[in-house]
């Protein structure tokens, strides 16, 4: 499997773990004081400052995109990996300049000035010294460089730090302006650039104006999916297509658990489930008005059904007392067979370890569903991205046409002569084929495995997991199935610059850990509406005026 898509695997996750924040408005609280303004776009201001879209024509997929509703498509999925890889850039994009950048990194940093580094720098026509920061820390050192206002040249922000690093105040101060270079046809000087979906490059849009480069981006981002342990389903008779309301869920709870031996129907699904009532992600406008997901009757409906989940024994008593980290190892071991997760666990790794486990093993996902079994059934779109690389803005123009030339070799699509060298290092050096698919050496495992160019720039996603076709095929059958189910919230993709006070508002903290509470079975629906009441008399009713008098009234819902 190559390795954009251990990397897609991990962000996926990475943005569930943080809160599903790929799934709201990207916030970026401001401090107190006056600041210029930026974040939320007008309609006219985004449309003139958004790229014109020109996918790639000359990659075949073995499985077609499919296209869902506006910015919803499947990913093309790939079989196999391209034999005879074609390059994309002719000649070198680079002109000898000399840069800095920083990366988040998860893992060991790579040594300095290894061989990789030394063959991308020669292929780009660049020095392009590359920092990688602690990813782990990375939301606390990136805020120390914008202080002394030492942004290197490029600079990698990933969208759920948009509140730490007050990225809508950087735009524009300390990261350059790209409009005037990116914006409709012009960006058509650079041809894989232009492949990114528009989605994507509403993400990195602040104030009417274009500041960003995506990453890892989609046009199928959703929290994620209910999955089910396929193989051994079928090996009692159940199909997923006979799953179609909560009632059947709950009936499976019942007919699954075995809790002397062991098993039980159910981790966590909370997540993943709760909007099949017909609750808003987080906000919905309803006959002009703004209506927050803790007010509606449909919220309170799906954590009624969960509390019961619960409460009846049909969740894994480790789930219940909050034990996320081996989830995957009680899927493995099918002692849960029901399990919701980011979309990003449907991979090669995911295959190699659950086989590792049970021959038989198969992963399968319930299509989305609507809880009466007869609604329409929706999911709420995600950003296209969550992460975004900046120019820092003392750059000049010379500098930064030379870098979008670097970035358009960056985003090369999966499988060319580009994409092969950025994520697999050279042929023979730090990756050989092994039954056609590039598999790192020793020194590609310790130079290029630790991902750093990938998050300066990347093309769209795709499915494609080498040596396990059977995990491509089902994957995208899912997507094609379900892509007709996505649907914008409101504020998709708007970037809402907001004060501290109602960021923290907006998180709700002591409502979220209630709620949690309930799903696990240890408070009461009543419970939480207590803590909602109390929410909505203070920080929440704040909140929601806030919303409707800044965004609302201003700029629409984005729908």
């Not at 206002?149 to 105040?169: A, E, M, S, V, Y």
């Not at 998050?455 to 396990?468: K, Q």
Request: aromatic letters at 10%; hydrophobic letters at 40%; glycine letters at 10%.
């Amino acid at each position: 499997m190559g390795t954009g898509l251990n990397r897609r695997s991990f962000l996926t996750s990475a943005a569930t773990i943080a809160g599903v924040t790929s799934m709201a408005p990207l916030l970026s609280a401001c401090g107190g004081g006056s600041h210029r303004r930026s974040g939320a776009n007008t309609k006219e201001g985004l449309r003139a400052a958004l790229p014109s879209y020109v996918p790639h024509t000359a990659f075949k997929a073995d499985i077609p995109s499919v296209q869902g509703g506006p910015d919803a498509a499947t990913d093309a999925a790939f079989l196999s990996y391209p034999a005879s890889p074609a390059a994309t850039v002719s000649g070198v994009p680079g002109k000898g300049g000399h840069y800095s950048a920083v990366t988040p990194l998860w893992g060991t940093v790579p040594p300095v000035g290894n061989s990789f580094y030394q063959a991308m720098n020669k292929a780009l026509g660049v020095d392009l010294k590359v920092k990688p920061a602690d990813g782990n820390h990375y939301d606390t050192i990136i805020p120390t460089m914008t202080a002394a206002r030492k942004l290197p040249d490029w600079i990698q922000l990933p969208t759920w730090w948009n509140p730490n690093f007050h990225t809508g105040d950087l735009a524009g101060t300390q990261l350059a302006d790209l409009t005037p270079y990116l914006s409709g046809d012009n960006i058509k000087k650079y041809p894989n650039l232009a492949a990114i979906p528009t989605g994507a490059w509403q993400v990195c849009t602040w104030g009417d104006k274009l500041y960003g480069i995506p990453s890892f981006s989609t046009k199928f981002m959703i929290a994620g999916a209910t999955y089910y342990r396929r193989d051994i389903f079928e090996s009692r008779g159940i199909t997923a297509d006979q799953v179609k309301s909560a009632d059947d869920l709950m009936n499976l709870g019942k007919e699954l658990t075995d809790a002397k031996r062991g098993v039980w129907a159910f981790d966590d699904v909370w997540t993943y489930l709760y909007t099949c009532w017909g609750a808003p992600l987080k906000w919905k406008v309803e006959n002009g008005k703004l209506v927050h997901l803790f007010e509606t009757p449909e919220f309170l409906e799906a954590l009624d059904w969960h509390h019961r989940l619960a409460t009846a024994g049909y969740v894994h008593p480790a789930a219940l007392a909050g034990d996320n980290a081996n989830a995957p190892t009680r899927f493995y071991s099918g002692k849960v067979l029901i399990q919701g997760g980011g979309t990003g666990a449907w991979n090669l790794p995911d295959h190699q370890s659950g086989v590792a486990a049970n021959e038989k093993y198969r992963r399968g996902a319930f299509n989305i569903l609507a809880a009466d079994g007869k609604s329409t059934p929706v999911v709420y779109m995600g950003a296209s991205t969550s992460m975004v690389s900046y120019l820092n803005a003392r750059l000049k123009p010379a500098q930064i046409e030379e870098l979008l030339g670097v970035a358009n070799y960056l985003a090369a699509p999966y499988g060319s002569a580009e994409y092969t060298l950025v994520n697999f290092g050279a042929e023979g050096v730090h990756h050989r084929r092994v039954n056609g698919v590039p598999t790192f050496t020793e020194e590609g495992k310790k130079d290029v495995q630790a991902q750093t160019f990938p998050f300066l720039a990347g093309p769209s996603a795709v499915i494609s997991n080498p040596g396990a076709e059977v995990v491509t095929r089902d994957y995208a059958a899912w997507q094609a199935a379900n892509v007709k189910s996505l649907t914008k919230p409101a504020f998709w993709g708007m970037n809402i610059s907001m004060p501290q006070a109602m960021a923290t508002a907006e998180a709700a903290q002591g409502v979220q850990d209630t709620i949690k509470d309930c799903y696990h079975g240890k408070k009461k629906v009543s419970d939480v509406q207590a803590a909602v009441a109390t929410w909505k008399s203070g920080p929440g009713g704040r909140l929601k005026g806030w919303m409707t008098d800044n965004v609302l009234a201003k700029y629409g819902s984005g729908q």
